[in-house]
């Protein structure tokens, strides 16, 4: 089986950087974009394009019968879903395949487990892979209290169908549990339509580790080593590195092999991520899986050279890994800076029009871009607008380069992180590869 013709169901740089893939392969594209969107790049990039509703996710990007149609309509054959929106979604991978078409991702009854955080922790637990102590599905405030007495505070709150930081929330005490609990209830019904809630001890001064791996149809499960996710600000990801600066070897080797064995406990498929909470001491606990490309994805790519999502168009053509384990090779070292639409300061989205927008280029550094100049920033979607991703021969080359070509950025018109990210790349725990998840929450408080 050839895919022929692919449907990205996304926007911004992710549906860039897919069609950039495709068309790199000879394989058409089609977009589907929203009225607020008609102007991006993604859009004129793509062979074919539909506008598939108005601005609000709810009347476009999460559309499933629109971008079903729309992929009929312009006789795709396969539908690429990016990160975000509907890619974790089981349904819609369901639709996708009852429709006759290629679903490039894993399978739906596979999104459907790991996108429940309950019963995911129950599965990893299964198969051996070591997860953060804490409750099944919590029914009221009561049982929450009485959980965490049990746990011990601090504990952290979550959602269980939630993802990208939202749903989630630490709390230090009986009283401000009792407090926050409806809200992170009402929060995880408004975001996800499911207000299932459960709870984890909060291991405090941790750091945020993933760990890339690729499945084929054939039962291979391999790793693309591991990715340091801690600089962060509510709870949502800011600045990635690979490989991660803070990890022992044995540790390394510990995490890559828990990650295989997630994996292959769910016969998973595809691209993949297994991401974990690693303490002080080292030890690592499961978070959660997520059964899609990551927005880092790229620091992987600089690093081992490979294309993740030509793997994942080879792997939903049931083509099997075109390479062993001891094959990938790691070389140099990458960094992925997000770049939003937002205060700096208060890390709030600040939606507007672009009126300038350069960056830089040159060897070791790569831009994906979802915006031109011209554009405006909408306050319908998530703020990014480009992701910098800048590699190199070893990590201190990469963070005397990467303040070169943050500088060399021209945006105006609106606000960007720009100036945070690069007081980060001069904040000594961070120089020194040894920061943990509250850098950014303390470095704001000096």
């Known amino acids: ?70 992929a009929q309509e312009t006789g795709a054959d396969a539908i690429h879903p990016g990160y975000g929106l509907l890619s974790e979604n089981a349904e819609f991978a369901q639709k996708v395949i009852d429709a006759g078409l290629t679903w490039i991702g894993p399978a739906p009854a596979v999104i459907a487990l790991m996108g429940d955080k309950v019963m995911a922790r129950k599965t990893m637990q299964k198969a051996g892979v070591p997860t953060v102590p804490g ?23 979550k959602a269980s169908a939630g993802g990208g930081g939202i749903g989630m929330h630490v709390c230090h005490t009986a009283e401000e549990l009792n407090k926050i609990f409806s809200s992170v209830q009402t929060r995880a019904r408004s975001y996800f339509g499911d207000d ?56 390394r080797k510990r995490l890559h092999d828990a990650a295989m064995r997630a994996a292959q406990a769910v016969q998973y498929t595809g691209a993949g991520t297994v991401e974990f ?22 620091v992987t790519e600089c690093i081992t050279g490979l294309d993740l999502v030509s793997l994942q168009l080879d792997i939903a053509c049931g083509q099997p890994l075109p390479f062993k384990q001891e094959e990938i090779q790691s070389k140099g070292h990458a960094i992925e800076f997000r770049i939003y639409a937002e205060d700096p300061i208060r890390f709030m989205p600040a939606p507007g029009k672009i009126t300038r927008f350069r960056f830089p280029d040159g060897k070791g550094i790569r831009v994906d871009a979802g915006v031109k100049e011209g554009n405006t920033v909408s306050p319908f979607y998530d703020p990014l607008i480009a992701k910098c991703i800048v590699s190199g021969c070893n990590r201190q080359e990469v963070i005397e380069k990467s303040k070169d070509a943050l500088q060399a950025f021209e945006v105006e018109g609106i606000q960007t992180n720009i100036p945070a990210l690069l007081r980060v790349l001069e904040e000594p725990q961070f120089v020194k590869g040894h920061y943990h998840t509250q850098l950014l929450d303390e470095m704001r408080q000096r």
């Open 1 to 70: 089986m050839a895919i022929q013709k692919v449907l990205v169901a996304n926007r911004g740089e992710i549906a860039s950087r897919i069609i950039r893939t495709c068309q790199a392969r000879g394989i058409k594209t089609v977009s589907v974009y929203s009225e607020a969107d008609q102007e991006l790049p993604f859009v004129e990039q793509a062979d074919e394009s539909v506008c598939i509703g108005p601005p609000p996710v709810a009347k476009s990007y999460l559309q499933m019968d629109a971008i079903i149609g729309a």
């Open 135 to 157: 409750t099944d599905q919590i029914q009221n405030v009561e049982e929450a209290i009485h959980a965490a007495e049990q746990i011990g505070f601090p504990v952290m709150i």
């Open 196 to 251: 299932t809630l459960f709870m984890e001890k909060w291991i405090g001064k941790s750091r945020h580790v993933e760990v890339q791996i690729i499945a084929d149809s054939q039962g291979h499960v391999l790793h693309l080593f591991e990715r340091e996710c801690s600089v962060q600000r509510r709870n949502q990801k800011v600045i990635e590195e690979s490989l991660s600066p803070s990890i022992r070897p044995e540790t």
């Open 277 to 298: 909470l690693v303490g002080p001491d080292d030890v690592f606990y499961f978070l959660e899986m997520n059964t899609r490309l990551q927005v880092e994805h790229p």
